[in-house]
């Protein structure tokens, strides 16, 4: 006889979430703009939520699209978000402006991942940074933060290891516990049991020091030096869109700028 796991409660999920945001019922009732009564009976399954309910309690917790529609099944209501490949003909203006947004960026270095920093699409000036990284690295699929971390990814090259490798730690340690995916969190373990922390965090003397954590690459005789943006899709009703983020690199310096120009001249 088999069987099948019972779908966890709607209230429940609920509150885990509203516990993962630090929030108490009386924070997020002021917040959603309901009683504290109803959203404790909601949590303990004493009131079913409707659809409505269950979506504005959710963008009130920030709650991801994907686990939006969980909650929905939970609740016993159809997922209200849609999911398509990035392939599919109706994500047509989805791709033009990934590649726009690449493509413009040149000759500096930009790539699109998902929501387990896999790597999506990248621009021509991606390869300068991987430059010298193991073939297995770049094999599909491809972790942009393993690459980056791995002893026989760009870590050797990366100046400041100690800094930026604590610095993506830390990111992807705050994206793992604030989205509840036990994905990151496995990620998040593995790369930090790799190699590279040796050493101080303090920001070299480099004016982007000051304002941001630079990348700081081994290139030739010199250096390159960036700061980077991170930037998703703000209105995003799809589940995939919502997930895609662009991570784009800056020159931190006028000699970084002049090198990637001539580089791609």
Known sequence: MSYVAARPAVGALLRDWRQRRRLTQMDLALEADVSAR?????????????????????????????????????????????????????????????????????????VVVDRHWGMVAGNNAIPLLTAGVAEHLLAPPVNVLRLTLHPEGMAPRIANLPEWRAHLLDRLGRQAVTSGDPALAALHEELAALPGGEGGHHAPDLAAGEIAVPLRIRHGDGELRFI?????????????????????????????????YSASS
């Open 38 to 110: 109803h959203l404790s009976f909601i949590e303990t399954g004493r009131s079913t939520p409707s659809a409505d309910m269950v979506k504005h309690l959710a963008e009130q917790l920030d709650v991801p699209l994907r686990e939006r529609n969980e909650l929905l099944l939970a609740a016993g209501y159809a997922p209200a978000y849609g999911q398509r490949d990035l392939d599919e003909p109706e994500m047509g203006p989805v791709r033009e402006a990934l590649e726009r947004v690449l493509k413009g960026h040149e000759p500096f270095p930009a």
């Open 228 to 260: 980077s943006t991170y930037t998703t899709f703000g209105t995003a009703v799809d589940v995939t869109v919502a997930e895609l983020s662009i991570e784009a690199f800056f020159p931190a310096d006028e000699a970084t700028a002049q090198a990637l």
